[in-house]
């Protein structure tokens, strides 16, 4: 993986985030953490589906998808979490 897929990742991540903090109303953790917490699931998202190879052949539109998706993902379960403490 090169500089210029891992900060696709990253920035894809963190919209991804954003989005999801849009979309779930109850989920967001603001527009700060939405940010953080999507650039962390963009980068693993993307980054554990490359490792099983899920996204052999997939290029650059596979990364924005699974980073975006991994971004969004984690929120949610952040959101979760921070619900119950």
């Known amino acids: 993986m090169d500089l210029t897929a891992l900060l696709i990742r990253l920035v894809t991540g ?5 989005i999801a903090g849009a979309l779930l109303k109850g989920k967001s953790l603001g527009t700060m ?3 953080v917490v999507g ?3 963009g980068g693993l998202g993307a980054t554990a589906l490359d490792a099983v ?4 052949g997939a290029g650059m539109v596979g990364d924005i998808g ?3 998706v991994g971004g ?3 929120l949610w379960i952040v959101s979760m979490f921070k619900k119950k403490a």
């Open 14 to 18: 963190g919209v991804g985030g954003n």
């Open 33 to 35: 953490w939405n940010t």
């Open 39 to 41: 650039v962390l699931g």
């Open 53 to 56: 190879g899920v996204m052999q």
């Open 66 to 68: 699974a980073s975006a």
């Open 72 to 74: 969004g993902a984690l």
